[in-house]
């Protein structure tokens, strides 16, 4: 999700010089899409999912109030703002209008000043719903997802890979004497540390669809739609090197003398008969291995649910 970048502006309206004044006028600040017709406006709104729709009401063959039902029938545009501009002017055109869904009316011959303020204001309510949207999603202290987020993604992946019948892995990172660490250094050290985990986790993850998220305390989990687990278990050993050559010091570990982690994963595949709480199991049970074989290490379970841990080498 874009936070910080320009916010797009599809404007649909049938008649050649309202389209281009309204491009001219929004262009200087906004990202501009154009729709001639109410067909057009749809195939535009469900391919670049504006932040904002302008639709002209009097439209040919499908006029604004059937693009908004269309809009707002659709699970992936239902919630874009729509600002009618149109000819009819009576109150109750209006009404009616914001009674379907719309955010707000204006009346032509518009108003350019007025058109930016309520452009203005529409797109600052959007950025403001995003953003709320986005920080109930994140964790505060370590800018990672946080476990309703990874619950909602995880949820839907494992359905996705039964679906497909494409691997599905995932893996849980704890790290080594984080109790002692935060006794030793203090809990302010302790979060400074914590945030440089997730870094480095971030870090590591390179694909869009990967997600990480602190599922608890000290504990991070890595979902890994659509990889192997020879795949998974490489990059999961790799975050574990990343982690380790931070050198943060750890004098009260008996493990090293700088902070590590310990890892236990599993891969799904996708026509196994296994559920979603039995992969998060089984890479539970393969990291709680993982630390008492003696910690920083990396434990993996390939995709057969029947094969026994895959211990990976040390990072």
């Not at 039995?278 to 003696?294: R, V």
Request: glycine content about 6%.
């Amino acid at each position: 999700m874009n936070l910080v970048g320009t916010q797009k502006v599809l404007v649909a309206d049938d008649d050649t010089v309202n389209r281009q004044v309204l491009a001219e006028l929004l262009k200087p600040e906004y990202t501009v899409l154009l729709a001639k017709n109410g067909e057009q406006a749809l195939e535009r709104a469900a391919r670049h999912l504006p932040d904002l729709i302008l639709l002209d009401v009097m439209m040919p063959d499908m006029d604004g109030y059937q693009v908004l039902r269309s809009l707002r029938a659709d699970e992936q545009t239902a919630n874009i703002a729509v600002i009618f501009i149109s000819g009819l002017g009576r109150p109750e055109d209006e009404a009616i209008g914001l009674k379907m869904g719309a955010a707000d009316y204006i009346a032509k011959p518009f108003n350019e000043t007025v058109v930016m303020a309520r452009v203005a204001m529409q797109l600052q309510m959007v950025r403001q719903r995003r953003m709320l949207e986005h920080l109930a999603h994140v964790d505060g202290l370590t800018e990672l997802a946080n476990r309703r987020r990874f619950d909602e993604v995880y949820e839907t992946e494992w359905q996705r890979s039964r679906r497909n019948g494409r691997p599905l892995s995932l893996a849980l990172l704890d790290i080594d004497s984080f109790k002692q660490y935060n006794d030793h250094y203090g809990h302010p050290a302790g979060d400074r540390a914590l945030r440089a985990v997730a870094r480095a986790v971030s870090s590591g993850l390179r694909r869009p669809a990967d997600l990480a998220a602190r599922y608890g305390g000290e504990e991070v989990v890595l979902l890994m739609p659509d990889t192997e687990a020879a795949q998974a278990q490489q990059v999961v050993s790799a975050i574990c090197a990343a982690i380790a050559a931070l050198q943060i010091q750890h004098e009260a570990s008996s493990v090293a003398p700088m902070l590590t982690v310990s890892a236990g994963g599993a891969t799904l595949n996708g026509t196994a008969e296994e559920s979603c709480s039995d992969l998060f199991c089984a890479a539970d049970t393969l990291l709680y291995q993982a630390k008492k074989a003696g910690r920083n290490r990396v434990l993996w379970r390939a995709a057969a649910a029947d094969l026994p841990p895959q211990s990976g080498a040390q990072p």
